[in-house]
Each structure stands twice: as C-alpha cells, then as structure tokens.
C-alpha cells in the first residue's frame, strides 16, 4: 500500500518560491504514475496541477504551466515540486497523488480517479 507523507509548505510573499516533497514511506510509489492536487480554502474539489505519469510524461495545469516543476528521484522515493512566482491564488493544501491503476494520467483524472491515493497535504498560503 502506498503511503505518501508531504512536506515543505510554507507562508511566502508573492514572487516567492517553495519546494514541495512527497516521500512515499513503503517505497512503492515509483511503480506508479503520480501527480500533485491542490484544494483551495472554500472549495471540495482538488484541483489536478502536475503529473509525472508512468513512462515518464509531464503535463501541468495551465494556471501553473511555466511557474511550477514536478520532478521525481526514484532513488530516494520521492516527488518533487518547485514552485516560482507564487501568486495569492497558489493559496491551498497541497496534496501529494499516486494512481494506483494508470500509467498515463491526466490533470483531471489525478484529482478525480477512485483509484488515486493522496498523502494528507502541506499547506501553502501566498500573502504579503
């Protein structure tokens, strides 16, 4: 079973950066395609942002395209995201996804998929 444990959010002005990681504590999480959702404060659903899928594609939501890099080190278990030029509206928790059924994702079907597993989040808020 994949348990997925974020890391790295943080309070930051706008124009600022942050690195988020995911650690997947049973070492299983390289098997399969991830991804990082966001939930804004107020909202219920997730919002899908990146996705590394299982051959190794990327694809980015489009209010973070050119902003936001989703990285993975198979060695050391673990999911990266870089974040430049946070704006207040990046304000969110920020959750960590491994789908556990496809090798090619979408930015949609990381958020919505039954068969996603997420970490429990790291909250990140841009103010100044």
């Known amino acids: 079973q994949v348990q997925l444990v974020e890391s790295g959010g943080a309070s930051v002005q706008p124009g600022g950066s942050l690195r988020l990681s995911c650690v997947d504590s049973?070492?299983?999480?390289?098997?399969?395609?991830m991804g990082w959702v966001r939930q804004a404060p107020g909202n219920t659903g997730h919002e899908g942002i990146a996705t590394l899928d299982w051959y190794g594609a990327i694809k980015y939501a489009d209010s973070v395209k050119g902003r936001f890099t989703i990285s993975r080190d198979n060695a050391k278990n673990t999911l990266y995201l870089q974040m430049d030029n946070l704006k207040p509206e990046d304000t969110a928790m920020y959750y960590c996804?491994?789908?556990?059924?496809?090798?090619?994702?979408?930015?949609?079907?990381?958020?919505?998929?039954?068969?996603?597993?997420r970490g429990q989040g790291t909250q990140v808020t841009v103010s100044s």
């Open positions: 049973q070492g299983t999480g390289t098997r399969y395609s």
């Open positions: 996804a491994a789908d556990l059924v496809r090798r090619v994702v979408t930015i949609s079907s990381i958020a919505t998929a039954r068969e996603v597993v």
